[in-house]
């Protein structure tokens, strides 16, 4: 376990909700990885990422997944794909990412508390 936090930097972190609306493989990339367009709602509307997802999914099977994503990070260049978005998983046994996902739908923009 890491070092304790506040509730108040926990809030600080903005985790929402969005809809994968395009996944596309990403072969520059230098590790295996997915170009992500998630579609967070009207307030944030939709952003990009890069994940290193290829284990467990494929392009075709990600559109239209509800995801769970860091949306206040700075963007991040990778490669020539701007990763705006965070979007986050778990380890699985052979550290190969599972997404976090909501087990029922929501509204793309929810903000996890």
Do not use: C
């Not at 794909?81 to 986050?88: A, K």
């Amino acid at each position: 376990m890491t070092e304790t936090i506040t509730y108040a930097d926990f809030e600080r972190v903005d985790i929402r909700v969005g809809t994968i609306i395009e996944a596309l493989p990403f072969p520059e990339a230098r590790k295996p990885a997915i170009k992500l367009r998630v579609d967070f709602g009207p307030e944030i509307g939709v952003k990009k990422s890069s994940a290193q997802i290829t284990v467990h999914y494929q392009p075709e099977t990600l559109v239209g997944r509800q995801v769970a994503a860091v949306v206040n990070f700075p963007p991040r260049q990778i490669g020539k794909w701007l990763s705006e978005v965070l979007v986050l998983g778990f380890p699985d046994a052979n550290d190969a990412v599972v997404l976090v996902s909501p087990t029922v739908p929501v509204p793309n923009g929810g903000k996890l508390f």
